[in-house]
């Protein structure tokens, strides 16, 4: 069941993500070589407390952390650990969400840690960053949710990289993962997927490789998943809500 917000909640969902935004921004220059994993998720839970909101996805059963945080090949949902060190070229995702009066929001950015950073991974991050800002264009009343699918699939398999099918966009609101899903892929009709309305809030993700659509579990990780061939991996998301008149990116 897909619920629509009210022009009053999507006003403090839009104060959730600020209050995100504002802790991501604060976070963002800690993450440097030499700091651990587990201290970037204490770093980012305070920031995001200070800031007057609650970690999201310490809400989410079994799941014990502010952030996760993947490293190359791995995608998504890797937990923070005390003996993962960054390390200066490593490509890291940041995946954090924050909960405030009742609503969450969600954000992903994928970056190369350090100053050097090789042609080739600049060039598959910039494309993730516009498919996604292309994806959010198509985000507005009376489109398709399969018109963000369809531009996702075509921008990300057009520069030759690859999509993770079983990971996907989502709705978001008083649950970090609501209905609809917001695949990065299509794979029927646009006309037969769902028709956006007022009120639609959902987390547009742009989860892409650079060599396989595959995937596996992390070995010995019952949370982290990982390119099946071991190629790097990156994800770019806003949680953005919908009016009749716009479409509002609230991270």
């Given at each position: 069941?897909?619920?629509?917000?009210?022009?009053?909640?999507?006003?403090?969902?839009?104060?959730?993500?600020?209050?995100?935004?504002?802790?991501?921004?604060?976070?963002?220059?800690?993450?440097?070589?030499?700091?651990?994993?587990?201290?970037?998720?204490?770093?980012?839970?305070?920031?995001?407390?200070?800031?007057?909101?609650?970690?999201?996805?310490?809400?989410?059963?079994?799941?014990?952390?502010?952030?996760?945080?993947?490293?190359?090949?791995?995608?998504?949902?890797?937990?923070?650990?005390?003996?993962?060190?960054?390390?200066?070229?490593?490509?890291?995702?940041?995946?954090?969400?924050?909960y405030y009066q009742g609503f969450h929001s969600d954000y992903a950015t994928s970056f190369v840690v350090g100053d050097s950073i090789d042609p080739g991974i600049d060039r598959f991050l910039k494309v993730g960053k516009q498919t996604l800002d292309k994806a959010i264009e198509k985000a507005k009343t009376?489109?398709?949710?399969?018109?963000?699918?369809?531009?996702?699939?075509?921008?990300?398999?057009?520069?030759?990289?690859?999509?993770?099918?079983?990971?996907?966009?989502?709705?978001?609101?008083?649950?970090?993962?609501?209905?609809?899903?917001?695949?990065?892929?299509?794979?029927?009709?646009?006309?037969?997927?769902?028709?956006?309305?007022?009120?639609?809030?959902?987390?547009?993700?742009?989860?892409?490789?650079?060599?396989?659509?595959?995937?596996?579990?992390?070995?010995?990780?019952?949370?982290?998943?990982?390119?099946?061939?071991?190629?790097?991996?990156?994800?770019?998301?806003?949680?953005?809500?919908?009016?009749?008149?716009?479409?509002?990116?609230?991270?």
């Amino acid at each position: 069941m897909i619920e629509l917000k009210t022009p009053e909640e999507i006003k403090i969902m839009a104060e959730s993500g600020k209050r995100l935004h504002e802790s991501v921004q604060e976070l963002l220059p800690k993450i440097k070589a030499g700091i651990t994993t587990y201290e970037i998720d204490k770093e980012a839970e305070r920031l995001i407390r200070k800031n007057g909101a609650e970690p999201s996805f310490k809400r989410v059963k079994g799941y014990n952390w502010t952030v996760c945080v993947p490293i190359n090949e791995q995608i998504v949902h890797t937990r923070p650990s005390k003996k993962r060190i960054v390390k200066d070229g490593d490509l890291f995702t940041l995946d954090i969400g924050a909960y405030y009066q009742g609503f969450h929001s969600d954000y992903a950015t994928s970056f190369v840690v350090g100053d050097s950073i090789d042609p080739g991974i600049d060039r598959f991050l910039k494309v993730g960053k516009q498919t996604l800002d292309k994806a959010i264009e198509k985000a507005k009343t009376g489109h398709y949710i399969g018109e963000i699918s369809k531009t996702i699939q075509e921008e990300i398999y057009g520069n030759g990289y690859f999509i993770h099918k079983e990971l996907t966009g989502h709705g978001i609101g008083r649950e970090l993962h609501e209905d609809p899903f917001v695949p990065g892929f299509l794979d029927r009709p646009v006309e037969k997927t769902y028709k956006m309305r007022p009120g639609l809030v959902i987390a547009i993700e742009i989860i892409y490789s650079m060599g396989t659509e595959k995937i596996a579990y992390e070995q010995g990780d019952d949370w982290s998943i990982v390119t099946r061939d071991g190629s790097l991996a990156a994800c770019f998301e806003h949680t953005v809500a919908i009016s009749d008149k716009n479409t509002c990116i609230l991270t």
